[in-house]
């Protein structure tokens, strides 16, 4: 009923071929489109930029990235955290070490880095799998925290150890610093979620992305009919830490500010955004906007839920925030591992068929 | 002998403890694992849950106080009674066995045949959920717990070694006590696993679920057995962790400590168990001991870390692992 694909022909490969096969995605993805660029910023408060969309935004961009790697190659880590890190002290380093230089090259080259990084501690992947993995890549989050805490030259020698970011423009506009207006960091932000979820739609239905799925569904047998495995797991990992590299530059310059390493970058930020791409699907693109969607909101309502309306003291609800997440991942898993995007799917089919669905 | 010598037999010496100490958690991972091919992440909560009922069981303590204050005002906190140590070890593995029935039951049940990855990820969950549930229970304040295991310095040790090297190695009486309850646990786990009815079973489930089925026995049963057993350990672990440095959140991060020990020694093995921990323990200690001063120290965090990866690369399944055969 609303949605169809009956008589949306195709008379040409470029047709066939685009991003969005079906028109009414194609309308919906150019109306959420409109909207983003067109209508939030001139509605955007700080609090709404602070405490939502911006989380959500750079949240986004890491569950994509992890969902690359996770979903698409089947490669579990859990040092998502770590690489952020690596983003966000490679985005001060160049910001300080180059003034003069726009922020959209700091943060693209900080992911660049991050990739090298992630690729270094994909390494491992070639030899061993799953949980082994899993647990090796904690080696990457915990070495590469403490590298940055201990090191001085990374936090420029600073009496506190913190990293704070310096006033930066992009073409005579405030990005970051205290001083950056809501819309500003709002659209710089949405800018690389675009640039990010498009490579990342297409790569994943191109080759590359192919290869990937075959490596997830069983290495072996991909390895015998002609996959690479070597170039698969690799492309993975840099394309995966090229988007949490943005993620964490983004997240340390436009969204925080100042940051202190083991704090903001610690273990519990790998859970997060593995958590993120489990709730929203592993293997959906969709899925990582919905489930950075979920996590990022769902301690706002509890809080509003919580806090303001039962009147309950903030240390309880901080922990039933603990017994809700865990419950909803254990929930996820048992009803629906596929995730959120999942649900979408099986709602698309049925109204699909609506109202005579026999 | 020279001074750096000696300080580096101590710092071997305390190695071993904590190495102990690591393995003490290790084993409770191996357990579950073994048996039932999960690898549980909320190993580490558990021993937090565990030794914050204790502690709450001990000073009678109301469960939930502060959030049945919270909704209906009022302000309960106590029972007003204070149990023995023992009496309250005893109800705190009955809350433990209750537990694993309620996982068995709620969640690992309808995970069955899922990828061991999904698993793990359920267990993680798991962690996050006990640790809440933990905290609105017991209140997240530091609190001590005192079941009358001897601490301090040991000064026997420290006499005895001051007139050999004239120099006093500090040894704490909690690590040899550590030390000697790990070695009773691993006995009384062997033995219960080499020689009783139930823990052949348990061994014929690890081996082989669909045949240990069909020679009768109950699938579910051994399950909830194997996590009373892992939450045993995991009481153990907490009392003895528990005892050292209070009970408190970062009490459940031993899990992460627990990580690198398995990777190194291997899923499936109980003397890997304890061979990672001794290697990680002492490993650790002497590389900050020796390496720390130059490049600033505190690499405890990631030492075991990078020494597992290093290490899987060239033998993939750990030091006593099985091995691991792919087939298509």
Redesign the interface.
Known sequence: MFYREAGDFKTSYVADGQTFPIRFDRMRYYAVLAVAFGVIPFFITDYWANAILLPFLIYGIAAIGLNILVGYCGQ?SLGTGGFMAVGAYGCYKLMTAFPEVSMIVHVLLSGGITAAVCVLFGL?SL??????L???T??AQ??L??LF???PWFYNYSASGQISAPERHVMGVVITGPNAPAWATYLFCLLFLTGCALVARNLTRGTVGRSWMAIRD?D??AE?IGVNPMKAKMTAFAVSGFFIGIAGALFFSVYLGAVEVGEAFG?QKS?LV??MV?IGGLGSIFGSFAGAAFLVLLPVILKVVGVDVLG??T??VA????????????FF??VE?HGLAQMWRVTKEKLRLWPFPH | MSEQLVFAMEVTLNGLMAGVLYALVALGFVLIYKASGIFNYAQGVMALFAAMTLVGIMNGQVPFAHLINAIFGGHITHFGWNLPGFAAICLTVGVMVLLAWLVQVLVMRHLVGQEPIILFMATIGLAYFLEGVADLMWGSELKTLDVGLPQGINLWIDETTFQIFDYGFFIDNLDLVATVIAVLLVAGLVIFSQYTKQGRAMRAVADDHQAALSVGISLNFIWVLVWSLAGFVALVAGIVWGTKSGVQFSLSLIALKALPVLMLGGFTSIPGAIVGGLIIGVGEKLFEFLIGPMVGGATENWFAYVLALLFLVFRPQGLFGEKIIERV
């Open positions: 579990v491992p030899r061993i799998k799953g949980f082994y899993a647990v090796a904690l080696a915990f070495f925290v403490w805490n201990r090191v069983m072996i047998a015998i273990i859970f593995l958590f489990i309950w003291p240390d309880i922990h039933f925030q603990l017994v809700v997440v865990g419950a909803l991942i254990v898993l048992i591992p």
